[in-house]
């Protein structure tokens, strides 16, 4: 789907954008909204911070200030623990507790396209199918009966950012795009008076059936009408409000800081509370092959904030227990530093943080060795030794399916006849309680 061209979404492109997803925000589902129930007994959710360009793990979860190749970055203590962060991070460093680290995540996928690809769906890239994204996946598996707007939803999202797909599963299942969270929705809502309205739709019912004459079978297949109905509900739904702060604290909006990813972290929170099912938030700037240490300060101090005020927010609003919290990138950085005091692509043992919606908390996983690697610095990337305890994306992509109660393994006939199942992977037994 092509970015569009301004921060405001035009009238045409709601249209479209319903009309892409479709079915996905009004199917059948649960019997009781998930905004009216508590804690565990919701339907999940699932917000991802996507770090897009690939967070630094040595700046981030997985600091080694005695590295020779560690940088001017020192670890601090958590509150799980014996384990120790970035000190980049000190907001986060006392919600740890309720999350786990995976440290040797690996992936063969080392371009950020191709990256993105394979973390967002768990496949790499094939040039014969378009693998769903794990979003689109539980939009079309868990849908929310009630839920008026998308169940997809992509926040603070940038030019040239690669958006979750659909895939196989069909367009209808594209992250919604919301460029500037929590600030201008105008033109998703019906800005013409009731009478006005409804002229304009007597007009198009004129052309529609004009269009259906001889046409029936087509019609139908296109679902036109069914499209129509369901962007004009969302166009008037009060749950609209969910991607706006008016009704929020002002000191509720400062803990989560000044910026639009930390906005965006805040939507996420009330789209979670009307029963959307899944939820990026997108931070941009981590691909810091020069400047990586001031690249990482700058970001981290967007990030910090942000991310312990949504572990915050969702505690004290009964939503933990619901919504599974996942932060990640393509990949992470290189172990040693280049000449322009940078780091370069490293999918070989990577970091990310996950948490929240029944996982197991304070779990850490993999070690990893900066030192040595740096000494294959001149080796192919193939013959590198693998971390301790690698884990592969697949089986993290397994372990959010399953606790989102969709079996990992079902397989579906994409449109071609092929069946494929959602996941290769198996769920990470450690994350499980």
Request: aromatic share 6%.
């Amino acid at each position: 789907m092509p970015p569009f061209p301004t921060n405001a979404i035009t009238r045409r492109d709601a249209l479209r954008l319903a009309a892409g997803l479709g079915v996905s925000f009004l199917l059948p589902g649960m019997t009781v909204r998930a905004a009216g129930r508590r804690g565990a007994e919701r339907p999940r959710s699932l917000i991802t911070l996507w770090m897009a360009g690939g967070a630094s793990q040595w700046e981030t979860w997985d600091p080694h200030p005695e590295s020779k190749h560690g940088g001017p970055t020192w670890a601090i203590k958590t509150t799980a623990g014996d384990l120790q962060i970035s000190h980049l991070l000190p907001q986060m460093a006392e919600q740890m507790h309720k999350l786990s680290v995976i440290r040797t995540l690996v992936s063969k996928e080392g371009d950020h396209e191709r990256g993105t690809y394979f973390v967002q769906t768990g496949y790499r890239p094939d040039p014969t199918v378009v693998h769903p994204s794990l979003g689109a996946i539980l939009a079309q598996q868990r849908p929310g009966e009630g839920v008026e707007i998308p169940m997809h939803v992509s926040l603070a999202t940038g030019d040239g950012f690669v958006v979750p797909r659909g895939g196989y599963l069909g367009d209808e299942y594209d992250a919604f795009r919301i460029y500037d969270p929590g600030r201008n929705i105008r033109n998703m809502r019906q800005r013409v008076g009731d009478k006005r309205q409804q002229r304009r739709l007597a007009n198009l019912d004129v052309v529609s059936r004009s269009f259906r004459r001889g046409r029936e079978q087509q019609v139908d297949d296109t679902l036109h009408e069914h499209v129509i109905e369901r962007a004009l509900a969302m166009m008037s739904s009060e749950q609209l409000s969910a991607f706006l702060l008016d009704e929020e604290p002002r000191a509720v909006i400062g803990r989560y800081g000044d910026s639009r990813f930390g906005r965006g972290c805040l939507v996420a929170r009330r789209l979670a509370q009307q029963g959307v099912r899944s939820i990026q938030v997108v931070l941009q700037g981590f691909d810091t092959h020069a400047d990586n240490f001031a690249g990482h300060e700058s970001q981290c101090a967007k990030l910090d904030p942000a991310f312990a005020a949504l572990m915050r927010d969702l505690e004290e609003h009964d939503l933990l227990d619901s919504t599974i919290v996942l932060c990640i990138g393509e990949f992470g950085r290189t172990p040693w530093i280049n000449g322009l005091d940078g780091r370069d692509h490293w999918p070989l043992g990577f970091s990310c943080v996950i948490g929240g919606g029944g996982l197991r908390s304070g779990v850490v996983i993999g070690g990893t060795d900066p030192d040595r690697w740096a000494g294959e610095q001149d080796i192919p990337s193939k013959d590198r030794t693998p971390p301790a305890d690698p884990i592969e994306v697949p089986d993290l992509f397994a372990t959010i399916l399953q606790q989102m109660n969709v079996a990992p393994d079902l397989e579906i006939i994409t449109p071609i006849g092929r069946p494929l199942a959602f996941s290769t992977g198996t769920p990470i037994e450690r994350l499980l309680v």
